[in-house]
């Protein structure tokens, strides 16, 4: 059975310049009793928002005008204008090639789902994201969760302690 979060006091950012997809991603967090949500249309109005009211997660859609939602990961991953680099951040998107979703982790997404989203896929991955949180890692040329997700064991020469 799975375990029964109270979501109610998530503050959540989402950032698609779809308008329609902002009034369902409104009645989808209200339908999951998440009361304390904003749209963005863009990076630049994230950006502002996160400085005002810093969110408990984003949620990003890939597609973005002028920027695409690599760019804000990247940008948020790197605390431009002083944004919170380890936020949770949720790609939420229909680019779903295998592409598109290693690039999203490449640029430092924490989770990806793909549209159409429902409340029951919505609520599950915010579950899986609470209950296998991924340690953070910051490198000369990355920023952001562990892109790992098997950790399997190695015996190689290179093999880390």
């Known amino acids: 059975m799975a375990n029964y979060y109270n979501f109610r006091n998530l503050n959540i950012i989402f950032v698609d310049d779809n308008k329609n997809m902002h009034l369902l991603m409104k009645s989808i967090l209200l339908a999951m009793n998440i009361v304390s949500s904003r749209g963005c249309y863009d990076a630049k109005s994230c950006f502002k928002e996160m ?11 890939l597609s973005l005008n002028p920027e695409n939602g ?4 990247r940008r948020i991953r790197a605390s431009e204008q002083g944004v919170d680099r380890y936020m949770p951040i949720l790609v939420l998107s229909g680019q779903t090639k ?13 989770e990806f789902l793909s549209k159409p989203v429902s409340v029951g896929s919505l609520h599950d991955r915010l579950v899986w994201m609470v209950e296998n949180p991924r340690a953070f890692i910051k490198a000369s040329e990355y920023i952001g969760p562990d892109r790992r997700r098997a950790m399997r064991g190695y015996e190689g020469m290179e093999r880390r302690q």
């Open 51 to 61: 400085l005002e009211d810093p969110p408990d997660i984003v949620i990003t859609d």
């Open 98 to 110: 295998m592409e598109n979703v290693i690039e999203a982790r490449d640029a430092g997404a924490t």
């Open 70 to 73: 690599l760019d804000l990961i």
